[in-house]
């Protein structure tokens, strides 16, 4: 069934750059948009940044706008994630999923096994 592969992390310095992608098996009928979100130990997943398959219209959190840039590939299934000037407080494991266009709500009940970055001083 759907499958969703995220890779690119790693361990790098501050001020680094990091490359993530995430890569679905189908395209789900009625699938308008995807999203990065992020998980700390000790903490809630969070938003990061979605975008739409059509149109590609963007949306950011506050704490990566201006550093990280959400792209796709429509004829891969593939979402990435281009993220600069990384902090230390970028660190956690990065998971991508399908999201409601409006409000970037996940809708669906499974996850990927996501991909560490860990971003030292």
Do not use: H
Not at 64 to 74: C, E, H, L, M, Q
């Amino acid at each position: 069934q759907v499958q969703l592969v995220e890779s690119g992390g790693g361990l790098v310095q501050a001020g680094g750059s990091l490359r993530l992608s995430c890569a679905k098996s189908v395209r789900t009928f009625g699938s308008l948009a995807m999203a990065w979100f992020r998980q700390a130990p000790g903490k809630e997943r969070e938003f990061v940044a979605g975008i739409t398959w059509s149109g590609g219209r963007t949306a950011y959190a506050d704490s990566v706008k201006g550093r990280f840039t959400i792209s796709r590939d429509n004829a891969k299934n593939t979402v990435y994630l281009q993220m600069n000037r990384l902090k230390p407080e970028d660190t956690a494991v990065y998971y991508c999923n399908d999201v409601a266009p409006v409000g970037w709500v996940v809708v669906n009940g499974y996850w990927g096994q996501g991909t560490q970055v860990t971003v030292s001083s």
